[in-house]
Structures are given as structure tokens and as C-alpha cells.
């Protein structure tokens, strides 16, 4: 049975038919609906299994509720695998409620309506399948309507001996009113089944009937899925049924069926076998049976015909067609090791589940991977021929990190345990030799792995090829220092095949470890980046109720050696740190004319406990700060960024009773709860950019906070965005009598300069403030910013090299950086930073997504943008100003029409989030849609007050559907309260223009003098 039977697409069987006379027809509850925010809802989905002919009956009742769900859910398909199945389609209609509020059918979907097409959606993953999609092209599918559309699959030829069994998982990520599911058995068929619920989750209504089981799930919850949970974590209701009584059951059945495939052509198996063994001990003979299979003969995966899924190909076939999945090379690499004389047997394993599998009745649905096991002088070994550049002896052969498995043997009784991980180790070691005569300056770099870290490391080389292995390593190096001159070439690799060890050296000449050309600046700065090339990537924003899964055991040691005339001796010192699931350890050491760092980072856990999850972000904050390497670093925000460091005030009692206040102030702190709530409320509307509702809080207040400089800081930051500058002057005063000689004061003083428009006097402050000691990020971040408004671009790029110097994939100043050399000429350069600190990145962040949509668009390639915006949104669902700026960039590139429905989309993910509104207003006025974007534009301006964008664009919005004067008066206050605004200016300047207002050039002038690049280059019309 090894030779599978293929069926062309013209010969697939699908038929229109009633369904069988054992499904159960299910009622629908026609009056529930979706809920606010969800385009698409389920009001019924029915799974019936007919054990004895192992056919499934499927119904789903979905409703759509959006324009967006229209254009996307109104083409039907249903996919099958010809060879395997035939398809029974019982009807597709769509229902409508009628003037009346009855729901009415329409005439289901004709026979003649339904196209056959075959397409490989995993091609690019080097997976055929071979599966063809019935489908149909609704007509006439409206907002509110309901599509209608029940199935059934029947076995086509089924494998002689294969018993029923299915898994089902209970969770869906749209809302849905009620599911069903049943088992119908005859007499002497009664699968046995089992409902694993966690703690706490609502359990389906079974319910026992003549013919069998049924269940009952009504408003199930919606399931979020995150990313890296443990295999064996089920956070949602998972019911087997199965008529396999044992496990040894199951790998009989397996090893009849695969008997043939594993005897398929054996005279060419065994020449392989001999030629493999020439002049190699029985060990070094496996070994290479193993790399052989591994390495020579690819991956592909041709998975359709007669037995697809479950039958590998022949040994032989997969020999001299050197590709085959997982099945066909655990055949071949079996069958060459019994060619060997060596016991081994295919196994099959759950990649995804893992050892969760042991938690299963037996069965033969919960396997999707085979790996090969064997024994010798009584020690059992495992190996999964799909990995490509595995090391290691037999002593060292890294065993494949899944826990259990069900080995193809008739002497098979139950699951076997695999062994655990092993230990791996990563160590980066890099020298950097500094010359401030830009002479023989230069850096070493000498990674060296083991254990699986190895095999990843062999499996790059060997995937990428050994010179852009050598140059992807090299160019990360040279986002941190510009001035480094790579030498791909220099790579040499020491590999230890049998003691599955690697080691990489390479040398790069580095003239300075500043800018080229320039000096070298007076500090060397650095991170800890090599630690990440080993250990996770978080969103420390994340919020989790699954848990996290580590690389576990795990050692990663990043050693950065500063050495040359110029190095100045430091002080010697240590610093550890544990939290949950690590240990972290600096060592800092100096000798004349050389400074050591040693990072070590090591696992102690294989998983984070949800409830675990924030003191890990918390703690693995805190040993990175001293790790000098930020990863996953969010966008630059306002110096409102930096309160969040401090506590929420913790208000003493005697600050209260010396307040008097106004009846206005009165009722603001008596709604808010008190004095300490009204400041501790303020706090935390400016944590989320609510600015207007932090003023009217903390002017309520403010004047009993007089002695506490946390809050005059808040509150003049606050005063700042809401366009009360006198208060804001008021308040840093305050704190500067509060703390003498705090830079923070100036850096608002700065900020507040920049709000009136008074840029030279902003320009000059930064400057000064940049020239102290120690100066922060932000100051130059604000410096580099107001230095190009002012038109000093170089000292704008000096700025946010500086930045970059320190957090080298900071998103702001990376995207600024890149955009300020394109507008200099230097367009290959610029293009070339951007994207290769994003490629150089473990994972890219939503931030730095976005901030390459940014330069896209800003650099004239609108449509280059919406890729990056769209993987940004898609990074952060939970972020609707990254859904903005995708609907953003598909406007920029003219497409309207897509922006609009992507936008009506975000406004019902988000309803009353600013951004939505924006996006939705947008969109809707670029498509002439004046009766959405009207409403959308007034919503926008509602939610976000202190956002001078919201107003500017309403006001052309009004000047565009010929309400100039209402226009006029809407955006000359908000010239009051945002004087520094371009785009605000330049909107108001066309209105006065249209009006013939003698006012109109100056508003213009004032556009030209505050209108920052890219202002300019983004602009909608």
C-alpha cells in the first residue's frame, strides 16, 4: 500500500443532495446577535459524526453584521481532499429579514452556481496537498444578512482497518450563539469519549440519546490565542471520541499499514546502506544514515492520493527522489538503519501537543509528526530526520524536544516517554580594539554553541549559504556602529560535528565606534545584544492568561572586551538578579587600557505561569537595565513616558486639609472620589494620553500638591498639550523650586517653547541641556526633532545618532535617522538602515513595523508602506492607531475603496477609540462618502480634544462640502490653543483663501514656518 492512488480534480465526486436520514436537524436562534464590534457571528454550528461510515455532517449558520464582513465572507467554499473524500452538499441560502421583521429564505444557491478549483496554499511551505475548494459567488449579500450552508464528508475508499476517532476543540475567536455536536453509533459501534475542561471554563450539555451522544454549547466565550503556550496547556474545552481501545491497537494498525512502505524496493535501500557503512564503525555508520536522510534528501511534502496524511511513500520511492515528508524520510532512515542491523522503528509524535498526548484515550488524530527511534547495546536513540544541520554523536545527538510518542512496532503496548532537552549553550564573545587614529581599530567576534543552539546555527549556515550567514551577522554589528567596515569573507567555522559543538570567528576593521568621518565621540557604548540570540523576545505589554513557554535548559554568556589606549580603567563589580524562569549575573572587570563585561543569562524553568507573567516582565526589566540592551523598545513618547517610573501619588492626609478650592473644583474631586483620587485619576489619564482629563482633575487639585514636584511636572506637561501655557509656566516654576538643578523642568520647558511656536528659544534650551553630562535620551530625541523644524539637519542627524548609539533599534530614531539621510541624497543608505536593523531583529516589533511604513511613506513609496502597516496592526490587534495608519497607508497609495472597508472594520474593533474615528472619517471623506465621514470626523474631534490633527482635518473636511465659514470659525480657535500646529495653519490658510480673507497669507506663512517634512509628504487631499 505504498504506491498512493492520485484523483484528478475532474474526477473529484461532489454532489447536491438532502442530508443522510440520521443527521438531526438543530434549531436556530434567530433572534441573538453578534454584539457590538464583531462583523461576523455564528448563530449556529453543527458537527454530526456517523460513526459507522465515519462520515461528518456540518452546518453553519453565520450572520453578517458589517461592510467589511460582506466583502470578505460573501464567496463560500468548502475544501476537500478528492482522493480521500466525497462531498455531499445539502443547501447554501441566505436568509434576510423582511420589512415585516420576519426571516425569510431565499432560493438556495443552484448546483450550476458552484465552481470546482484547486489551488496549494502551502506551497511556499513546500506542502502539496492536493485538496480542491468548491466555491461560490453569492449575489446580492447584505449588511444584516445570514448565509446559510450544510455539508457532508464521506470517506472515499477508507483505509482498510482505520477505526473512528476525531478531536474536537472547543474555542472560536468570533462570537458564536450556540454549537452542537454529536456522535451517532449502531448498536456495537459505541465510541468511548472524554471532555477535558479547564478550571473554571463552562462545559458543554451532553445529553444521551438512542443513537449515541450529543452536546450543547451555548454563548461559548470567545478564545484569544497567544503566542508561545505550552503544548500540554488546553485553556479551552477539548472533547476525543474514539473507538480504539488501546494503544497498541493503534501502532499495529500503523505498522501493517506502513509494512509495505518500509520494504519498497529494498535491493537500493541496502546499496545505500553499504555505501553509507564503507569504512565507518557500526556508530559512525548510523550517524551518517542519519545526516544522509537529514541533509541529502530535501524536504517536500507531496501529500495527496489514496492514503494521504497517514501512508508514507516507499523507502525506495523516497531514495530515488530524494524529497518526502516527515513520514517518507522516517521510512527511509528506519530502513536504511535495519539495512544496518539496526533495530529502529518510526515514531510518531505531536509537534504541537507534545507530551499533552499522554492525557489522550488512544487514537490516531492526535499525531501530525514522525520521528525515527533506535536502539543499540541496549540504549534507546532518537532523531527527527526533518532537521537539517543536526550535530552530534550518538552520545550527543540532541533528542527531539517532544515529550511522547507512539512507536510503529506490533510489540508497541503504550505511549514512550522521550528524553528531555539537554543543556545548550551560546557564547558571544566579542574584542573590540579601539584606535581614535582610526588606524588598526577592529572587532573580533567568536560565537560559540552547543546542543541544539548548534544545529540551529548549522541549519542557517547551510539554509542561507556560509557568506550571507557571514554578512547578516556582520551588518547587525554595523547598526550598532556605522563607522565598522564588514569582511564577511574573514568567517571561519570550527565544527565539531561529534561533539555538536560550532564556533564562528570573524574580524571587521573598525576605524571609530562613532560615526565615520567624524572623531570618536568620548564614550563607548554598547549592549548585551548577543544574549539575544538565544534567549525570548516579549511584548512586555502583553497582558496573559496562558502560559509562557522558555527554551529551557538554556545558558547564554555575552562577553563584550573594550580594549586600546583610550580605555579608561573602571571599577571591578558584580550585579545578579533571578526571577521567575531565570538567572542573570554581570561581572564587570579591568585591567590597564582594557574593560570586560560578562553577561550570563540561564534558564530555571520550562514555563511562566500566567499569573507568573508580569513579575517576569517586571524582573526581566529590571536585570536587562543592566544589561544595556532594550528589546521589543516602544515607539518614543511624550516626557509624560517617563512619569510613569514614578508611584501614583500616595497623598498624606495634611495635604488635604488646607484645601479650600472653587464649587467647580468642588464637584470635579467630589465626582472623582477625594483629593487623593482626583491625583492619583490625574496620573493615570495622562499614562493613557487622556490630557483633557487629566487637566480638569489635576486643576482641581493642583494647588494642594504645590510641594510635590512629581505632580507640578505632570501637571505642566498636562497644561502643555491642553493649550494652557500660563499654568504651565506657573508649575515648572514650582518644580524648579522644588528641585534645584532637575533637568526635567527644562526638558518641558523645551517642550513648551516648541508648543508656542517659539522654536529658536526651544532649539537653544536642547542644546544646552544636550551638552550636560549624562543627559538623557529624550533630550536628544527632542533636540533632533526641533533641530529639523528649525532646518539644522545636521545636527538633527547627530542627535538620533546619538540615540541610536545607545538603543540601536529604537523605532523613532531609526525611522528619523533613515528618512533625514533619503532627504540628503543618501537614499540607499537610508533604505539600507531601516531595513537592516529590522531584518537584524529576533523578532520585529509592531514599532518597528510601523516605523518602516513611516519612512515609505514619507520617502514617496506609499505602496511599499502598507505591507509593514498592515504586519504592525496585525503584531498589536489590540492597537488602534497601528489600524490607522494601515488605513492611512492604503489611502497615501489610492486605494479608497479597500482603505474604506478596512476602516469601517477598525471602528467596530474599536468603537469610541479616537484613532478609529480618524481612520474611519479618512478613509470615508478620500471615498466620497461624506454621509460617514461627517459623523466619524465630529466623533474624532469629541474623543481627542487635545489632538490638533482631529480639528485640522474637520475643518478641511467643512471647507471641502462648501461650509467654509463654519470652517473658519472652528479652525481659528484651534490656532489659539495649537499655535505650532503646520497642518493646522495650512488648513485654516486655504479656508481664508476660499473666503478671500487678507488674513489668508499670513496663515500660510505661518504653514511654511511650522510644517515639518513629513507634514509635507503625508499630506491628504
Request: net charge negative; proline share 6%.
Amino acid at each position: 500500500m505504498s504506491i498512493r492512488k492520485h484523483v484528478p480534480i475532474e474526477q473529484a465526486e461532489w454532489s447536491v443532495q438532502p442530508p443522510a436520514e440520521w443527521v438531526r436537524k438543530r434549531t436556530v436562534d434567530w433572534a441573538w446577535r453578534p454584539g457590538e464590534g464583531h462583523g461576523v457571528g455564528y448563530l449556529l454550528v453543527d458537527e454530526q459524526h456517523h460513526v459507522a461510515s465515519q462520515a461528518l455532517y456540518v452546518r453553519t449558520v453565520k450572520m453578517l453584521t458589517s461592510l467589511s464582513a460582506v466583502q470578505t465572507q460573501s464567496q463560500v467554499v468548502v475544501e476537500f481532499d478528492p482522493a480521500a473524500q466525497r462531498l455531499q452538499l445539502h443547501e447554501l441560502a441566505i436568509w434576510r429579514i423582511s420589512e415585516e421583521g420576519a426571516w425569510q429564505k431565499r432560493e438556495p444557491v443552484a448546483k450550476e452556481a458552484f465552481l470546482l478549483r484547486q489551488r496549494e496554499q502551502q506551497f511556499e511551505q513546500q506542502m502539496l496537498k492536493g485538496y480542491v475548494s468548491l466555491v461560490a459567488l453569492l449575489e446580492d449579500v447584505r449588511v444584516g444578512d445570514v448565509i446559510d450552508l450544510s455539508w457532508t464528508l464521506l470517506p472515499r475508499e477508507p483505509l482498510p482497518g482505520l477505526l473512528f476517532t476525531a478531536l474536537h476543540f472547543l474555542a472560536w475567536s468570533v462570537p458564536v450563539a450556540t454549537y452542537c455536536l454529536a456522535l451517532h453509533a449502531s448498536a456495537g459501534l459505541n465510541p468511548r469519549w472524554r471532555l477535558h475542561t479547564p478550571d473554571g471554563a463552562a462545559v458543554p450539555v451532553e445529553t444521551s440519546e438512542a443513537d449515541g451522544e450529543s452536546w450543547r454549547y451555548d454563548r461559548p466565550p470567545m478564545f484569544q490565542a497567544e503566542g508561545n503556550v505550552p503544548g500540554g496547556h488546553w485553556p479551552f474545552p477539548v472533547l476525543e471520541a474514539t473507538c480504539w481501545q488501546t494503544w497498541g491497537q493503534v501502532a499495529r494498525f500503523f505498522a501493517e499499514l506502513w509494512a509495505d512502505a518500509a520494504t519498497d524496493a529494498a535491493e537500493s535501500v541496502a546499496a545505500e546502506a553499504q555505501r553509507l557503512a564503507d569504512d565507518k564503525t557500526r556508530n559512525a555508520a548510523i550517524v551518517a544514515a542519519l545526516r544522509f536522510v537529514q541533509n541529502d534528501i530535501r524536504y517536500l511534502s507531496v501529500d495527496f492520493g489514496h492514503g494521504a496524511g497517514m501512508l508514507p511513500n516507499g523507502a525506495g520511492t523516497v531514495l530515488r527522489r530524494r524529497f518526502g515528508d516527515c513520514k517518507d524520510k522516517s521510512i527511509l532512515l528506519a530502513a536504511l538503519l535495519r539495512e544496518l542491523g539496526i533495530a529502529a522503528w518510526p515514531v510518531l509524535v505531536a509537534s504541537g501537543w507534545r507530551d499533552g498526548i499522554q492525557r489522550l484515550m488512544p487514537s490516531t488524530a492526535c499525531f501530525n509528526h514522525v520521528i525515527v527511534g533506535f536502539e543499540l547495546d541496549g540504549q534507546r536513540y532518537f532523531a527527527d530526520p526533518t532537521v537539517v544541520g543536526q550535530g552530534g554523536d550518538l552520545e550527543r545527538l540532541a533528542a527531539p524536544p517532544f515529550g511522547a510518542g507512539l512507536q510503529i512496532d506490533p510489540a508497541t503496548d503504550a505511549l514512550l516517554e522521550l528524553p528531555p532537552p539537554a543543556l545548550a549553550e551560546l557564547t558571544l564573545t566579542e574584542t573590540f580594539s579601539l584606535d581614535r587614529r582610526g588606524a588598526n581599530g577592529a572587532v573580533e567576534q567568536v560565537l560559540e554553541a552547543s546542543g541544539w543552539l548548534a544545529d540551529d546555527i548549522r541549519a542557517a549556515i547551510l539554509n542561507q549559504g556560509q557568506r550571507q550567514f557571514a554578512k547578516q551577522r556582520a551588518d547587525a554589528l554595523q547598526q550598532n556602529f556605522p563607522a565598522l567596515l564588514p569582511n564577511p569573507e574573514s568567517m571561519q567555522i570550527g565544527d565539531d560535528s561529534d561533539g555538536n559543538r560550532i564556533e564562528l570567528r570573524s574580524r571587521h576593521s573598525m576605524p571609530t565606534w562613532g560615526q565615520a568621518g567624524r572623531k570618536p565621540p568620548d564614550f563607548f557604548s554598547y549592549g548585551a545584544h548577543g544574549l539575544f540570540l538565544a534567549v525570548e523576545t516579549i511584548d512586555p505589554h502583553q497582558q496573559r492568561a496562558q502560559p509562557f513557554q522558555l527554551r529551557h535548559p538554556l545558558r547564554v554568556c555575552h562577553s563584550v572586551v573594550v580594549r586600546g589606549k583610550a580605555v579608561k580603567k573602571l571599577k571591578a563589580g558584580a550585579f545578579t538578579h533571578e526571577g521567575p524562569g531565570f538567572r542573570y549575573r554581570v561581572d564587570v572587570r579591568s585591567q590597564r587600557r582594557e574593560v570586560r563585561f560578562d553577561y550570563r543569562w540561564e534558564s530555571t524553568a520550562v514555563e511562566i505561569a500566567a499569573e507568573q507573567w508580569p513579575e517576569y516582565c517586571q524582573q526581566r526589566a529590571a536585570a536587562l537595565e543592566r544589561a544595556g540592551a532594550l528589546v521589543h523598545t516602544p515607539a518614543f513618547k511624550p516626557v509624560a513616558a517617563a512619569l510613569r517610573l514614578f508611584p501614583v501619588l500616595a497623598v498624606v492626609g495634611g495635604l488635604a486639609a488646607g484645601w479650600l478650592g472653587n464649587p467647580g473644583n468642588n464637584r470635579i474631586v467630589r465626582e472623582a472620589g477625594g483629593i487623593e483620587a482626583a491625583g492619583s485619576k490625574a496620573f493615570e489619564h495622562v499614562k493613557r494620553s487622556e490630557f483633557s482629563q487629566a487637566y480638569s482633575l489635576a486643576a482641581a487639585v493642583q494647588p494642594n500638591y504645590r510641594n510635590n514636584f512629581d505632580f507640578q511636572i505632570m501637571f505642566s506637561e498636562v497644561a502643555i498639550r491642553t493649550g494652557h501655557f500660563a499654568e504651565a509656566e506657573q508649575a515648572l516654576a514650582q518644580a524648579r523650586s522644588l528641585r534645584t538643578g532637575e533637568i526635567l523642568p527644562e526638558q518641558l520647558q523645551a517642550a513648551l517653547f516648541e508648543a508656542r511656536g517659539q522654536l529658536p528659544q526651544a532649539l537653544e534650551l536642547l542644546k544646552r541641556l544636550a551638552g550636560q553630562a549624562g543627559a538623557p535620551e529624550r533630550v536628544y530625541a527632542d533636540l533632533a526633532r526641533v533641530s529639523e523644524r528649525t532646518g539644522e539637519f545636521g545636527n538633527a542627524r547627530a542627535a538620533w545618532e546619538t540615540v541610536l548609539s545607545r538603543h540601536p533599534a529604537e523605532p523613532e530614531a531609526l525611522y528619523s535617522l533613515a528618512r533625514l539621510l533619503w532627504l540628503a541624497g543618501e537614499r540607499e543608505r537610508g533604505d539600507s538602515l531601516i531595513t537592516g536593523v529590522i531584518a537584524s531583529q529576533p523578532v520585529s516589533s509592531a514599532a518597528l513595523e510601523g516605523a518602516l511604513a513611516r519612512y515609505f511613506s514619507v520617502t514617496g513609496r506609499p505602496e511599499r508602506a502598507i505591507e509593514p502597516a498592515r504586519r504592525a496592526s496585525e503584531r498589536e490587534p489590540g492597537d488602534p492607531y497601528l489600524a490607522y495608519k494601515h488605513v492611512r497607508a492604503l489611502i497615501e497609495s489610492g486605494r479608497h475603496a479597500e482603505a474604506l472597508a478596512v476602516a469601517i472594520g477598525v471602528s467596530e474593533k474599536f468603537p469610541r477609540q479616537p484613532m478609529a474615528a480618524a481612520a474611519l472619517a479618512t478613509a470615508a471623506a478620500m471615498a466620497n462618502d461624506n454621509l460617514r465621514a461627517e459623523p466619524a470626523f465630529k466623533e474624532w474631534v469629541e474623543l481627542a480634544p487635545d489632538n490638533p490633527d482631529a480639528v485640522s482635518s474637520y475643518g478641511f473636511f467643512l471647507h471641502r462640502t462648501g461650509r467654509d465659514r463654519e470652517a473658519q470659525s472652528l479652525l481659528e480657535a484651534a490656532t489659539h490653543k495649537f499655535p505650532a500646529h503646520g497642518n493646522l495653519w495650512l488648513n485654516y490658510s486655504v479656508v481664508l483663501e476660499a473666503l478671500g480673507d487678507t488674513n489668508a497669507a499670513e496663515a500660510r506663512q505661518q504653514a511654511a514656518r511650522l510644517m515639518t517634512d513629513e507634514q509635507r509628504a503625508t499630506l491628504v487631499r
